[in-house]
């Protein structure tokens, strides 16, 4: 019995134990802010808001970030801990580690909670053609993409999506709360005599 | 000297399939479906001739056996992935192009191959090219159209018979839709870039402002239905084919 939690706690849990639909089953290796790597399997956990942004967008990526902040301060604290917030660069090409660390800066996303990566484009594609998530770069070096904000649970399926910014936040709060009223309803059945 | 034979005779039948391609010449081309609306560049590559077969994509999988119907994950094939095959490796019909596959296992088998999918414009761009006895663009596609308008058969025909375009490559119109590396790439709501002003929002008919020809419906109907579709998904008439670097 010993052995059998000893063995629990010492080795992660391996991608074997995921789910066939996680999208943590991609093994590219995307960088953050810091220039580390990281695999989206990493996610693992918590639940995760992801969205598709890239750092010199000026006007629909603020506002996606703007529904993210607005999520972020809409939560009670229990549902808060166990979410993270994942932003997704569309320009791997222009958004470096450095880009990355000064959009990080200029929003003051807390780490504790963000996430924000860069790849490479086929890791991109490989990730927006699981989410069915479109875009397209332009010739003059912009992006036409789509504005959808993605939910993941913590094994990393993807349990809802929602399409419009004007919604998006309340949308999200209320799903959250309801799988957390949801969860502690059934914690509560399980713990009654 | 037999020795290095013998090795290189056992890494080439470790490897993937020789590439089958025939070169497209560069060239320009007017994307159907696009923001900008001005003809954009294909560099040469080489495309198959022919869409896969399942008896290729048969080869894939003995190959790569994560690939099998009972194998596959499911955020890279959806649950009809080669339903048509009665098992793992029985192919109903090996010279016919493989179908019920995902962009995944496309993107995959191309890999496997040394290739890579087309782009969408390297389609679109060898798809121009008309067959022979086509007189012009307005009669390819309403052939296109009168194909698309007839049901999907469950027997699909060889690759062998099929007729080629002038670029010499076969069964791009007429036999099965097919995936494209940048099927998501395509102009999303109202298809204004991101970074334009905020009034941009308020912008509403995108689709057909952006039409570069509101009378080729034959390239509408295959941009809608990609723009339908997820990397998982799998459809009766959906195959494919692969691309490589010139």
Redesign the interface.
């Known amino acids: 019995m010993a052995l059998f939690f000893f063995l629990g706690f010492a080795f992660p849990l391996c991608a074997e134990d995921l789910p066939s639909s996680s999208l943590f089953h991609f093994d590219q290796v995307w960088r953050t802010e810091s220039g580390s790597s990281f695999q989206l399997k990493e996610l693992r956990g918590k639940k995760t808001v992801m969205a598709f942004v890239y750092t010199r967008c000026k006007s629909v990526c603020p506002l996606i970030i703007q529904n993210l902040y607005k999520l972020e301060k809409a939560l009670p604290e229990p549902q808060l801990q166990g979410l993270r917030f994942l932003l997704v660069s569309l320009d791997p090409a222009r958004d470096t580690p450095e880009a990355i660390r000064g959009f990080v800066e200029g929003y003051q996303l807390d780490l504790q909670r963000w996430t924000v990566l860069t790849g490479n484009p086929d890791a991109l594609r490989s990730l927006s053609a699981a989410a069915g998530f479109n875009f397209k770069p332009t010739s003059d070096g912009e992006f036409v993409h789509q504005n959808t904000i993605f939910l993941l649970d913590e094994e990393g399926q993807m349990v809802s999506h929602y399409p419009n910014l004007s919604s998006a936040a309340d949308e999200l709060t209320a799903d959250l709360t309801q799988v957390a009223l949801q969860s502690h309803s059934d914690e509560t059945l399980l713990e009654a005599p | 000297m037999a020795l290095t034979i013998f090795w290189i005779l056992v890494f080439s039948g470790c490897s993937s399939a020789a590439k089958t391609g025939i070169r497209i010449p560069e060239g320009r081309y007017t994307p159907f479906f696009d ?2 609306k001005k003809p954009v560049e294909v560099s040469a590559y080489e495309l198959d001739v022919t869409p896969v077969t399942q008896g290729n994509f048969l080869d894939f999988i003995q190959a790569n056996p994560e690939w099998r119907r009972s194998a596959v ?4 094939a959806d649950e009809d992935y080669l339903k048509n095959w009665r098992t793992d490796e029985a192919v109903p019909q090996a010279e016919a192009p493989v179908t019920y596959v995902s ?2 296992a496309a ?1 995959a088998y191309c890999a496997w191959r040394g290739g890579r999918l087309p782009t969408l414009d390297e389609w679109e761009y060898a798809a121009t090219a008309r067959l022979e006895g086509e007189t012009d663009s307005a009669d390819q596609n309403r052939k296109i159209l009168e194909w698309y308008g007839r049901p999907s058969s469950d027997r699909l025909p060889s690759v062998k018979g099929l007729s080629r375009n002038a670029y010499g490559i076969a069964g791009l119109h007429g036999v099965v839709w097919e995936w494209v ?9 109202d ?8 009034s ?2 308020l912008f509403c008919a995108g689709g057909a402002e952006l039409s570069g020809d509101p009378e080729n419906y034959a390239a509408y109907m295959r941009y809608a239905f990609r ?1 339908s579709l ?3 998904y799998t459809v009766k008439n959906l195959g494919f084919r692969c691309a490589y670097d010139s």
């Not at chain 2, 994950?73 to 890279?76: A, G, Q, S, V, Y």
């Not at chain 2, 298809?191 to 905020?198: A, E, K, V």
């Open positions: 923001l900008e994950k499911r955020l890279f962009w995944f993107k590396y940048d099927f998501n790439a395509l102009p999303a709501s298809g204004r870039p991101s970074s334009t002003p905020l941009a929002d723009s997820k990397g998982r």
